[in-house]
């Protein structure tokens, strides 16, 4: 499939709904998760890191992947992707983006209208009396000391708001709504083999889109899959369609 396919669709759609997940991102340096160079595949973390029950057991595990991801956060950038998807949105094209990532970078790329299924770093909350924090406060915290937060009112564990395996998203309901309301879904860098999210363009009614550089796990009817370098093909569609991003 070549991009021209696709810079058409684009021209020719008023409400578009961007899924996306790690693979947008993975050309800023973040990796992704089942891919060669993948969390889980090369096996640095392992897979509990985002398992709920094993983070109430012991929470150290998150947060050794936690001290280091926070560690770059503040030096990355966001990909052409991003910036190429907040232009579309600046056009009035793009009306939502639904995102599993929780690395920010859509808002650091002036994207407005984010639907974070997966949660993020924002804030956080102790375990045991629920009391909520701000957790930019508490990312300091960690890179200093290294340590687990602690809640000062009652010393129980600290958690992001992010979404572990076990927990149920966030905004589901929503990210639906937004999906049967599209002429086209436009999926980026996901596989759509994590669930519930990879039920998500199922309710889109109209053109899918699927734009990732690996293997996709789902296969829809009414969807074009486009297995291309993520950033190099949205750069040849943007050229087509005069679109000015942030970063050009």
Do not use: W
């Not at 997940?21 to 089942?34: K, V």
């Not at 709504?177 to 879904?185: N, P, T």
């Amino acid at each position: 499939m070549t991009p021209e396919i696709l810079a058409d669709i684009i021209k020719s759609s008023k409400y578009i709904v961007a899924l996306t997940g790690a693979g947008i991102s993975t050309n800023a340096g973040i990796p992704d998760f089942r891919s060669k160079q993948g969390i889980y595949t090369t096996k640095k973390y392992r897979p509990e890191i985002f398992d709920i029950e094993y983070f109430m057991k012991d929470p150290s595990l998150f947060y050794d992947y936690a001290y280091d991801f926070f560690s770059f956060e503040k030096d990355i950038s966001p990909t052409f992707a991003h910036y190429f998807l907040a232009a579309l949105e600046k056009a009035g094209k793009l009306k939502t983006i639904i995102t599993q990532n929780i690395d920010g970078l859509h808002q650091k790329a002036g994207s407005k209208n984010i639907i974070e299924i997966h949660g993020g770093f924002d804030t956080g909350y102790c375990t045991l009396c629920l009391y909520r924090y701000n957790f930019s406060e508490i990312k300091n915290d960690i890179l200093k000391r290294r340590k687990i937060p602690k809640c000062q009112k009652c010393k129980g564990v600290i958690k992001p708001n992010v979404v572990f395996f076990g927990e149920p998203v966030k905004d589901m309901e929503k990210a639906i709504s937004e999906a049967r309301k599209s002429d086209l879904m436009l999926v980026i860098g996901t596989s759509l083999t994590v669930y519930p999210a990879a039920y998500i363009p199922e309710s889109a009614v109209n053109k899918i889109a699927i734009l990732n550089k690996g293997e996709i796990g789902k296969k829809y009817p009414n969807a074009i899959i486009f297995q291309e370098d993520i950033d190099t093909f949205l750069k040849n569609i943007s050229e087509m369609l005069n679109i000015h991003t942030h970063n050009q």
